[in-house]
Each structure stands twice: as C-alpha cells, then as structure tokens.
C-alpha cells in the first residue's frame, strides 16, 4: 500500500520538470480504462436481461395477444418474454406441454392451463404452488369457481385468466322471421331447425340446423356433458366415484345426439370439427343454432370475419324435458413451472397477464370472459357485451369435469367412447356405455387407491 503511494503521489503533485506529461498520459489512460469498463457494463446489462419462455395455446384472436406482449415488454424491458405457441386442440397441447415439463425443460417458465389440469399438474409436481405470491386477499378477487379448479389439496397452482361456459347462439332473424322464440329444451331446439332448414333450402341456400364440437378431442367431452347432465345424468359422481355413464339418463342423451344431431339438423362433417370450424360455418351464415364459448360472440359480430353481423343472439344451452339447463366450465389458467430457474420474472408476467388491464383487453378484443369480480360491473365491458351481465349466473354455475390428477386418462376413455357412439349408428350403446363405464371406475381406483 506505501509502495503504490509513493509511486503515485508525484505523478499527481509535481507539475515541473520531466514529469509534467505524466499526469496527461495517465490521465488520458484512466479515461480509457473508465470507457472499456463502461462498455463492458453495459454489454454484461445486455446480457443480464432475463428471459422468459412462454408455452401458449394457438389463440382465436392473435391481435389481441400480439398488443399484450408489447404492453409487457415497454412496461418491462429488463424482461424478454420468449413465446411457444402449441396447437389450439386442447388434448394436443396438454401433450406437448406435458412432454416439456416431464422432462423438465427448461423452455417453460410460464404456461397456460386448461381448467382440467392443475390437478394433474399439481399431483406430478410440475406446477409450482402460487401461495407465497397468489396471496388469499387476492383470491378473493376473483369468481370462486375460478379458484376452486386451481386449487389442489389446499394449495393454489394457477391464476384464473379468464372463464369459460358453454353458450347456445343462434340466427335471431330467422327464429322472428318463422314467429319462433328462443327454445329451452333440446326437442324444441331440434324442430325449430328443422322447419327454418326446411323452409330456407327451397331457396337454394346452404344451410344447416346445427353446428358444434364433435371431433375425438376434450372438446366432444365438454359437448357431451351439457347433453348428459340436462336429461338428469352425470358421467361420475365425485362422492362415490362410480360413472353414471350407462345410466339411462346419460344412455338416452347419447342416443338424441346420435339420432337428432349428426347428419340431421347437424353436417356429418361436424364429426370433424372443433371450435374454430364449427364457427365457421355459423359466422357464413350456414347454421341456425351453435354451440360455443363467449369468443364466438367477438367473432359473429366482425365485420371482418363474419357474414352475419347483428343477426346473432345468445341464450342459455337447452336441456331435455323436465330437466334444467348445464354448461361446462371452461377456462384457462397461468402457471408456472417448478423447474423454473426464474420464478420472479415468471411471477411478474403471470400476475400481468392475469390483473384487470389484460382480462379487460380479453373480453373487449376477444370476447373472453373475465374472472375478476369487478369487471362485471365495467360499463365499457358492458356496452360491448351486454350479455356478460345476464349470463354471469351461468359463468358462476358451469360444472366441472371430474376433477381428478388422472383426468387426462378419464378423459381419453370419455373421448373415445362419445366419439363411437355417436358417429356408429349400429354399436350397442348400453354395452359401449357398460364398457367406458368400468374403465373409468378402474381409473378412478386408482387414483383413490394411492390416498
């Protein structure tokens, strides 16, 4: 330490003789060192900046999506939000998500989740539990059903983004055209299309009595279910844990699908479809009812996309006589991964994507229903989807799957079975029910099995 006083104290004091450039060199050296150490803190900044990889479903409205990650990043430019985006089948990607994070990838820091998931995820330990961060207060700003189906054994692991609950639309100008008001029940639904069908086609105008979601994926089991539960049936019962599906209630729903529906007033095409194609065909203006989820309504009323603007209506689903109406609950949700290694910047973007300003460019730009409380009573959500407000009881009442950590295994059984049964018209159902049935129950003993 004396030493380098020494050698350094005259360089800084004399200003005579041989050692008046002596400051000037070592001056003119320190201002280089001092701009090569800036340089390089700025680089290893740079190089600090975090980022975050998302896996995301194929969305319905991309635009939307597209302005809510340029929200995050000028609000946040220490963080770069590195986006996957997956199929839009929700059984396609619960494969490639799960595949990912089986094998602790680490391309997933955020993810979305179908509402049937967090069990699952949970159980496996590839949802990291949110309680620390998802404080309870705030829990409690949102819809209750929302949080129950992010919850798993007293923890919470996904953030509601917004909900999801069968919805029943329909042609209002041809129901007033033909003096008919919107049905309640299945038969009534069935016969109205049949008559404006009937009537339509003399003119030499395609058009169908129906569209929904058929195809052999998660949605043909949300479809089935608003069949099943509104003639008085269940698929299973969470207390017992036995299946209702050979049950007559859930055998006689089936079989009017089957009978009524596919290639009747419905295309045998809608064998194929999930939402996007079975939107389509009501959004030409080929289909008289239609089946789907509140984004439709975004998507009917677009002048862009839509031919038939101001001519849908909304309603509750139908049910079967001496029944009452069900919706399956739908929805997405935000978690984050447990072998993130960047679970702050992941909690940041989480709770983003999930406060007000988002659900509010969701349900304003994609029709997505919000599941924060406060935004039922939005006037700008209001004026634009008036109907958030009637439909909020059926938003708060949908019914669950069954909610198990092996649903995906329930599910595929389900998926199977319906898409048998109501695309052969020759198969036994009672023995076909009989059979998925016991399968489900093996399932679900499993699962009891292991508490």
Request: net charge neutral; with cysteine.
């Amino acid at each position: 330490m004396n030493n380098h006083l020494k050698t350094t104290q005259p360089c800084v004091t004399s200003r005579r003789g041989p050692f008046l450039k002596m400051p000037v060199c070592i001056f003119v050296c320190l201002c280089m060192v001092f701009l090569l150490n800036t340089t390089a803190c700025t680089k290893k900044t740079e190089k600090e900046k975090t980022t975050i990889h998302f896996v995301t479903w194929k969305p319905n409205i991309p635009a939307a999506w597209d302005e809510i990650f340029r929200i995050f990043e000028a609000g946040n430019p220490d963080i770069e939000v590195a986006t996957e985006t997956g199929p839009h089948s929700s059984t396609a990607f619960h494969d490639l998500l799960t595949q990912k994070l089986k094998n602790r990838s680490e391309d997933v820091d955020v993810f979305l989740m179908d509402v049937i998931w967090p069990p699952e995820f949970a159980a496996a330990g590839w949802a990291a539990p949110l309680d620390e961060m998802f404080l309870a207060s705030e829990q409690e700003k949102f819809l209750g059903g929302a949080i129950l189906a992010n919850s798993y054994r007293g923890k919470i692991y996904g953030i509601p983004l917004f909900i999801d609950s069968g919805i029943l639309y329909y042609r209002k100008d041809l129901l007033r055209k033909y003096v008919f008001k919107p049905q309640e029940t299945w038969q009534e639904m069935v016969k109205q299309a049949e008559v404006i069908v009937a009537n339509e086609s003399i003119k030499g105008g395609e058009l169908y009595g129906f569209s929904g979601q058929f195809k052999q994926y998660e949605g043909l089991v949300c479809d089935m279910m608003e069949y099943i539960l509104s003639n008085g049936g269940e698929i299973l019962s969470p207390e017992s844990g036995k299946s209702g599906l050979a049950d007559k209630p859930a055998i006689e729903a089936v079989r009017f699908v089957r009978e009524n529906i596919i290639g009747k007033i419905a295309p045998v095409g809608v064998l194929t479809y999930q939402e996007p194609e079975s939107l389509d065909i009501f959004i030409q203006g080929k289909a008289v009812f239609h089946r789907n989820w509140p984004y439709a309504w975004e998507v009917s009323n677009n002048p862009e996309r839509s031919a038939i603007v101001g001519k849908a209506g909304i309603s509750r689903l139908p049910h079967f006589e001496g029944n009452r109406s069900y919706s399956t609950l739908g929805g997405w949700q935000v978690g984050i991964s447990s072998y993130s290694k960047k679970k702050e910047a992941a909690w940041k973007f989480a709770k983003f994507l999930t406060g007000e300003k988002i659900q509010k460019i969701l349900a304003l730009k994609a029709g997505r229903a919000p599941t924060r409380e406060a935004l039922y009573k939005d006037p700008e959500i209001l004026k634009a989807y008036p109907h958030f407000s009637d439909l909020k009881d059926v938003f708060l009442t949908a019914h669950p799957r069954p909610r198990t950590p092996l649903y995906p295994a329930v599910s595929n059984v389900l998926q199977r079975y319906f898409s048998k049964a109501i695309s052969s018209p020759d198969i036994n159902l009672e023995e076909e029910a009989k059979a998925a049935s016991e399968e489900v129950e093996k399932i679900i003993a499993m699962e009891r099995g292991d508490k």
